[in-house]
């Protein structure tokens, strides 16, 4: 019997990761740039979160918005480096590494790389048939899948949605087309920051902080990403439930402390296997 | 003197003409910086040997060995054009087998590090065969999270490899630091040599063919999962080389090694020295690890600073100077070295104007087509 505490933790906290991969696959399948540096992106905004709300003590509706806009800055920031050595992959890995270690290294050095922890705001637990979740947790899931409803429609039904459809497709086919191909990739990298940023708020009160857990995060999301289907937002959703879970269950049914080799696991099955993910569309030609 | 001329006349006449054209000036007219840079590597400990800073040296043995890895990682990521993370990871192979069984199995060094070294020959060819299915930014996550996933596995069987504290006492091949460069010296520059040797041969050619363009390769012959193996496997024995010497030369090894950071700086030290050439690594490896030593003298002891280097070198040399350091000095690359300026302009121009083409702005449009035309002819 599998203890379903730790199923529902692990849903919701794949939700999370979700959200927070959404940005990344947004980034990639449109302007089809790997932002390397996108875990320590959120990692910025995480701290930013915690600078405004537990050490400036800023009102949440302050505060929130700030580690939102940092994390909106830093991404359009790098993306306008990146534009700039877009046409090659290998500048482009390292370029956002070093990226990547420039923003750790900053973080480090105005928060010392000690662990932290940030208490909830929305305290309390739900119980229901035997199961009792965090209210924070339900919280977080509501928002989650708030936010995933919102752009999915953002995507399907605003013109600037089409116009990112239409760049993922062919860069070359929606120039000719009148579309600003430059303007939408930094509007995408925009949405992507804001989406690091509102993730960021969520996770910080789950895990510890430190400077260097961006990596981590980077590996999650690149996994989740994989997973779902580069470019496909249900997929990075179904993705980030189904490695959260599986996360969850591993870390409490096997070695908690290997709770990381999951994400390689899955990383290596699903290249090897199917490479366009589970609900990824098949890549055009080029 | 003659005796020598002597003695090279009886070597085999593939031998004697390779000497024959080490040996003759134009040569050396032609591969001045490598000639200097050889040169001073050679002098370089006798005067702190002299003067008796061990410390100067230190810094050059560990220069000497990260610039093998660094050379290993180039045969793979540069010339092959491989996006691979691992190169610390092989080296870290190499360095915790041999460690393990020297400290706690009482093995003599050398078999210890020839198995460490097969070891890591083994998982390089292991990580080479999804290269043939994924590549770019993927393949670097592959290569990113094995060498992440080895670090977890070193930390949590910590009754084997000693966790986070890594293990001490590893029994060293040659005591004291003079004796230690010219070892590590010797072992970098027959590294180079060989490495030379191989980008000079077939596989050098068919491994520049896969980074050019791999469909090309393949359809010109190339055969792509024989050479990105042989590739992966030659980073994985040359890696896995300096790994055991670090660990004998430290006595000492830790987790770390495994870790992003240590790779970051590995392929920092190459990409700054000179991608694609065998030069550059040693070249970066020196540059980094003296500038890392000396920002210790000036900032002191705050990490940030030292670590952020890498970020901030690799940046501005992926930014304005994708061939490193050493195509300032090259002819083929020079244009790079020249457009420098350029770059910094329209660099600028892109984060103040983003919606405005640097190279267009002001240009008559039949202008700006010749230049398209002049691009695609090169």
Redesign the interface.
Known sequence: MINLEVLFNGIILGSLYGLMSSGYSLVYGVGKVANLAYGHMVVASIFMAYLTLFQWDLIFWVGAPIAVIIAVLISMGTMVLLERVTDNDQRVIFLSLGIAIILENILLAIFGGTYRFAPTIITGLVEFAGIRIQTYRIVVFVITIAIFIGLSLVVAKTRLGRSMRAVSQSEEASWLMGIDVKRVKFATSGIAGALAGLSAILLLPIYSIYPSMGWDYLLIGFAIVILGGLGSLNGTLLGGIILGTTESLFGYYFIPGLRGAVYFVVIIIVLLIRPRGLLGKKEASH | MLEQIEAIKRLPSKTVNSLKRVLTIDFMKKNKIMIVILFILCIYPIGPQMAGIDYLIHIGVVANIFAIIAIAWDIN?GYT?Q?NLAPAFFAGITGYTSAILTTQAGWPIAPAMLLGIFLSFLSAVAIGF?SM??????L???T???A??AK??T??YSDVTKGEEGIGGIPRIFEGAFLNFYWTLFVLLAVYLVAMYIMRSKWGLAFKAIAADETRAQTLGVNLLKYKIISFSLCGIIAGLAGGIYAHYQAHIDPSFFG??MA?SI??MA?VGGEKTLLGPILGAYLLQFSMEGLRFVVGQ????R??L??????VV??FL?GGILSIFRKEHKEDAETISTRVK??LH??FF??NEPENSGVDPELSEEHAAEQVDQ
Do not use: C, N, Q
């Open positions: 990521g054009g996006g999804p299915r994924i590549s770019g930014p993927y670097t996550i592959v990113f999270s094995v992440e996933v977890k596995l930390i949590y992003i950071i970051i392929i920092s990409v705050a990490p940030w600073v670590l952020s890498h970020g901030v070198l690799l940046v992926m930014l994708p329209g660099w892109g984060i983003i919606d």
